[in-house]
């Protein structure tokens, strides 16, 4: 069936298409809250100086495919949000033909932009794929540079008490002596759930906790676009389920916030907080605990520590993972035909 490219730029034109974009999100590979049309309207709300710009495929009038991208000042297309780990053409799993024919699309003149800056691309992404069968090549990759950092994750074993077992008797007795202290103390992790929980709740605690945490140092207090976007998408994505938040009580109080992402096969760690004084009791490692433990309940592949290479996550880690980015010239790649496309796609199913 013919598939028809469109360039998306009226922002609520862009958010009619909700329903569409988060059913072909649910069918693909992509993070369910970063690739979110939640996220990505917040961030461009955000920050009024990005233009919105989403590029689409439809098969038979329905949604194949999708481009989430927004026009920076300099001219240039790019993930409108600074707050994802991971970004992504969102399309359905091995719908080869329909994220090839999208970037080929988004890469072919005219456009209003002069180049593709796409940036936190892993290696596995629906971008990769379709650079290589445009090129007909397998291993080019010329657009896409790695970044100098690394992801840190942990490929979850058969249980969780196999992967305890994985790790040093320093770390197991660490787990265990925070867990009876803090019990011991009163305090107790519970996953707050929103058939119960007002959503509108979320983001004032986690700001108050982060904040408290991090202070001057927190990126939601040195960039007001940041700490925008937190108080318009946190409370949709909880409503969705685009995100797992956990709070760590102390009788009926709330003392510390932590959210995790929801990937296709994850729980991704993003951001909380708590204040200071706690700090004896080791909120940050009881959350990780109960996120791993929650991971393994669910059935889930991987508990991902995201971006960043602090020092702390070395010692419940177990791989890393290499994300880059990808910087395409309009015009610069030749236009594909029907027929190349087709033999792409004939390639592709071989790779």
């Known amino acids: 069936m013919l598939i028809e490219y469109d360039l998306l730029t009226d922002l609520d034109e862009i958010e009619a298409l909700s329903p569409e974009w988060e059913e072909l999100l649910s069918r693909s590979h992509c993070n369910r809250a970063f690739s979110s049309v939640t996220w990505y309207l917040a961030a461009c709300r955000a920050q009024p100086h990005l233009l919105p710009c989403v590029a689409v495929a439809r098969r038979d009038h329905a949604l194949a495919a999708l481009l989430p991208l927004a026009l920076k000042p300099t001219g240039d297309a790019a993930f409108p949000s600074e707050l994802s780990s991971y970004n992504d053409l969102i399309a359905a799993s091995e719908d080869d033909d329909a994220f090839a024919g999208l970037l080929d699309f988004a890469v072919s003149p005219p456009k209003p932009y002069l180049r593709l800056d796409l940036r936190w691309v892993r290696k596995s992404s629906n971008l990769l794929r379709a650079t290589r069968m445009i090129n007909n090549q397998p291993d080019s990759m010329n657009c896409f540079q790695l970044d100098s950092g690394y992801y840190s994750f942990i490929r979850l074993p058969g249980s969780y008490e196999e992967y305890l077992e994985s790790r040093s008797k320093l770390f197991r007795r660490n787990i265990r002596r925070a867990r009876r202290i803090a019990e011991a103390d009163g305090f107790r992790i519970e996953r707050l759930e929103p058939a119960s929980f007002p959503a509108e709740r979320i983001p004032e605690l986690f700001l108050a906790f982060h904040l408290a945490r991090f202070g001057d140092e927190s990126t939601f207090r040195k960039r007001p676009e940041h700490l925008a976007f937190a108080q318009m998408a946190l409370p949709e994505l909880f409503t969705r389920r685009q995100i797992m938040v956990l709070a760590l009580y102390r009788g009926s109080e709330i003392l510390g916030i932590d959210i ?56 419940w880690t177990n791989e890393l993972r290499d994300v880059g980015r990808m910087e395409i010239v309009v015009g610069s790649w030749p236009r594909l035909s029907h027929h190349d496309l087709s033999r792409t796609q004939q390639m592709s199913k071989h790779m």
């Open 260 to 315: 995790c992402l929801v990937g296709y096969n994850s729980l991704c760690a993003w951001n909380g907080g708590y204040p200071p004084e706690i700090e004896r009791w080791s909120p940050g490692r009881m959350f990780v605990d109960e996120g791993i433990q929650i991971a393994f309940r669910w059935g889930l592949q991987e508990y991902d520590l995201l971006r960043g290479p602090q020092q702390w996550k070395r010692s």
